[in-house]
């Protein structure tokens, strides 16, 4: 068997239930294995009223499945990842005419992953084939410390990241994780997906701070405006409670609702003492089979084993 490098670590509780920042927050909820099935974004405006983006995700051995709707479920858009050895080498973003529901666009991910199984370069196509952006990624201290964007061989832009050493909590690592700004299309956030550790090596400890170097203006959806930094608190067990973010535009206070905090038990054991086996898609199993195997042990945590 081979245990796959990225085991999961998101499974520990206690999982991330909701993160507030002013009028906006991100409620997640999660299967029985822990894997977030389905993320639910809300924003109120005072013209506008409250908007709603959901994403829902479907996991099985080779593939992840990720649909993402404004409003009416029915207009979706989709994600689908497609995973080799446990992590995402190719992703195809289709998004769908809101009247019609045929397909209205095509963009497509391919990934690059070094020796020590580290995302090093995305590639982002349309559909067409053409070449749209390359991302280059540069790492250090098991964290992306620069990632450069390129266009037709020239280099548009740069971001630099620091990190906190102190903060390694997984939730925290995903949703200030740098990849992001390179995964992002249409604001369809692969959340379940960066909790799967599906992008090979994870993200080592949660951003601090990013700096973007502009090469070429107007060529990049970020500007040194946009740049931040977080500084986190803790309560006394050390748990990540909120964090404020400053930069030069903007500064914000972000809340974060742990499952432990309203009384949800935050070790789900099976009452048994001894593992539980599923297959990817979440089926049980009495024990590990061939292909990929998910185990939850008795004290809540899971890791991924392939046999």
Partial sequence: MLLLAGSALAQRSPRLLRFTAQQQSLKFE???????????????????????????????????V?????GSLMDTDSRTSILKDGKIVKETVVMNDDESGLPKSTYTLNFTYNADNQLVKVETLAGSGKNINIHEVTWADGCPSSIKTYREGVLVGEMNFT?????TNPYIIAITNPFLHVLDYEAILPYGQLLEDSYGEPVKYAMRSVKYTEHVSHSYDWDPRDDFELAYTKNAKGEVVSAVQTGPEENETISFEWENATGISVHNNNGTGTDSYYRADGVRRTS???????IRSADGTVRKVLK
């Avoid at 299967?31 to 479907?58: H, I, K, M």
Wanted: no cysteine; charged share 30%; hydrophobic share 25%.
């Fill in 163 to 167: 990190y906190d050493t102190s903060v």
């Fill in 66 to 70: 990720q649909r993402y709707s404004e």
């Fill in 288 to 294: 590990t089979g061939k292909g990929l195997n998910i």
């Fill in 30 to 64: 999660y299967d029985a294995l822990g894997r977030v099935v389905r993320d639910v974004y809300s924003s109120e405006d005072a013209e506008e009223g409250v908007e709603f983006r959901t994403n829902t995700y479907a996991y099985s051995m080779n593939k992840i």
